[in-house]
């Protein structure tokens, strides 16, 4: 009886998550999956394995700690500070580590003082199926090991953390049907995980992941650049002393922890002073300084030049770059029109665009698992490209006859002369600030003019019946978006530029409550983290929500706060939530999605 039920579930399972199942166990022989058995949160009593024989996949939401592993390891101990005396392999644990853990493999987690170490334990099976290809064979379960133990390294921690959460927050209380949504949803994850191991090519029984700590704190420092980062908390990743750590960095780095800190934030905000028109005050907070003074300073002193200096300076001598390209491919346009249903383009995150315009890019944008999910019916079978660290191998293959990036900063740091020595390249400045301009130029580059002024009468016609709809709807009611952005917690939308806010308020004339009309007035940009008072003043009658991967812990402490309550369109029931895919890209597809929303909520 539990061989033919779980023969029943994994057939269920493989029905639903085929893709996924494939990649998981294409190579076992027989039939195989993963079963989730149980799902904790990390407290004083699941510090060690509760079921030994079974896998564990530990993940760490927040707060600072160890993992101890039990047994001989190999490598050089006097190359690993966290190597301790007794046989036990010590790693740390920060917000974001993932560790996947084999069965039988002793394990323990130790707190960090008095810190607060919060996460999750998921405790799988892996089981195959023998003997049912024999006509008269006896069906068997075996055991069946997820090919991999160790670190799970990943660019952005959301997406993991927040498929775990939601496996925890449906743990419980469903109808036995959903047991098998239950066990597609954890095969998802494990998929993920996979795919990300497969990227990285770390394991904890190979020399690469004998990562030292000088080399684990930098990778923490580029992955978490705009969180608040000390020396202490630095050395504390690394298993060191402050002293000793600062001493022990320089003497590898020939720098001190904090200025390589400063260099890499640095970085991030030469990208946003190029792909965006933020105040500094923003970009300084956005990429980790506590003030614009000191950003500016540090960034003098780093470049020799000021942040807006670098900026002008920049993009005057990207544009006439871009423009002499453009000049270029527009001329050779004329002379492929014959043969443009053949071109191949690849334009990241300009899908949307290319999409309008009868073009089917031969690779998508991506990064590190998010993509623009609404164009998923017309980009079918389209491999991804992540823009987070650019397989130009996989560029190369696909052939492109043009190549056209989206944002700058895809082509800084020496990238853009790779993008060019595959194909000629576009780089657009700024192509959200004006979405029919950009349709209008790339329709002229793919000798597709007649096809953009179409799509933009179409969008027209669009947007003046729904202003039509919803002006007899709610007239003068006031509507605001808000976000809780994966980086920077909540934001809110307005002015008349961005993503959203020319869609809301200049296509659909929708009226902004009077906490964005002032700011407009003041010249405050279009996104903005705000802080509760702030949203105590957003007097909105209709508020839209868009929730990034991984807020999921955010949203519920966000809905059950006393001041969210308090909101006049939350009392009235006039919340709406959106995608972030859609609302958080300019294209036109995405803006007529955006439309439509904007009916089915407010109409």
């Known amino acids: 009886m539990i061989i033919t039920v779980l023969s029943f579930i994994v057939q269920c399972i493989e029905k639903e998550l085929e893709p996924a199942m494939t990649s998981i166990y294409s190579d076992s022989p027989s039939p195989a999956t993963f079963l989730l058995v149980d799902i904790t949160k990390l407290n004083p009593y699941s510090l060690s394995p509760c079921h030994p024989s079974l896998h564990h996949l530990l993940y760490i939401v927040s707060g600072n700690g160890s993992l101890l592993l039990a047994g001989d390891h190999k490598g050089d101990p006097d190359k690993h500070q966290a190597t301790s005396s007794i046989g036990e392999t010590i790693y740390s644990l920060y917000a974001g580590s993932c560790y996947m ?28 199926l023998h003997g049912y290809e024999q006509p008269a064979g006896k069906t068997e379960r075996g055991a069946f090991r997820f090919p991999y133990s160790g670190q799970v390294c990943h660019y952005e921690q959301p997406f993991i953390g927040e498929q775990i959460q939601a496996l925890y927050d449906s743990r419980a209380g469903k109808p036995s049907f959903s047991l098998y949504a239950w066990q597609r949803d954890f095969l998802q994850l494990l998929d993920h995980i996979r795919r990300q191991v ?20 930098i990778r923490y420092m580029k992955e978490a650049y705009s969180k608040e980062l000390t020396r202490e908390l630095l050395a504390e990743i690394a298993g060191m002393s402050p002293g000793y750590f600062s001493a022990a960095f320089r003497k590898k780095t020939g720098k001190s922890p904090m200025d390589m800190l400063a260099e890499i934030r640095i970085q991030h905000a030469k990208e946003l002073l190029l792909s965006c028109t933020y105040p500094l005050r923003t970009i300084a907070q956005t990429v980790g300084f506590s003030t614009e003074f000191y950003f500016s300073s ?20 990207k544009m006439a770059s871009s423009q002499l390209i453009t000049a270029q491919l527009g001329r050779s346009g004329s002379r492929l029109a014959s043969e443009k249903s053949e071109e191949r383009i690849v334009g990241l995150f300009l899908e949307d665009y290319l999409t309008a315009l009868g073009v089917k890019p031969v690779l998508q944008y991506s990064r590190a698992g998010y993509y623009q999910r609404y164009l998923s019916p017309y980009l079918e079978n389209v491999d991804m490209l992540d823009v987070a660290r650019i397989d130009f191998g996989k560029l190369q293959q696909a052939q492109p006859d043009r190549i056209l990036l989206g944002f700058s900063n895809f082509a800084s740091e020496g990238r853009y002369e790779q993008f060019a020595g595959i194909a000629p390249t576009v780089v657009f400045q700024d192509a959200h600030d004006n979405w029919r301009s950009m349709l209008t130029s790339l329709g002229q580059i793919l000798d597709r003019e007649r096809e953009a002024k179409e799509v933009i009468s179409r969008y027209e016609a669009k947007a003046r019946d729904a202003r039509t709809i919803l002006s007899r709807k709610i007239g003068g009611g006031t509507v605001a978006l808000l976000r809780l952005h994966f980086r920077h917690g909540l934001c809110l939308y307005g002015g008349f530029a961005g993503y959203a806010s020319p869609v809301l308020y200049e296509d659909l004339s929708l009226t902004m409550p009077p906490l964005l009309r002032e700011w407009h007035k003041n010249g405050i940009q279009p996104v903005t983290p705000i802080t509760p008072d702030i949203l105590e003043q957003l007097d909105a009658d209709y508020l839209f929500l868009v929730v990034d991967d991984g807020q999921a812990v955010l949203l519920e402490e966000l809905l059950a706060s006393k001041l969210w309550n308090s909101l006049r369109a939350v009392r009235g029931n006039r919340v709406f939530q959106g995608s972030t895919d859609v609302w958080m890209t300019f294209g036109i597809i995405a803006h007529e999605r955006k439309i439509e929303f904007a009916l089915a909520a407010l109409n």
Do not use: C, M
């Not at 003082?113 to 334990?121: H, I, R, T």
């Open 298 to 317: 540090r960034f003098k002193q780093l470049t020799g030049f000021s942040p807006t200096q670098y900026a002008k300076r920049d993009r005057v001598r």
């Open 198 to 217: 497969d990227a990285n090519e770390t394991h904890l029984n190979s020399p690469s992941l004998e990562e030292e700590p000088i080399e684990r704190t």
């Open 101 to 128: 853990l084999a069965p039988d493999l002793r394990w323990t987690v130790e707190l960090s003082g008095e810190s607060q170490l919060e996460g999750f334990v998921l405790a799988f099976d892996g089981i195959r």
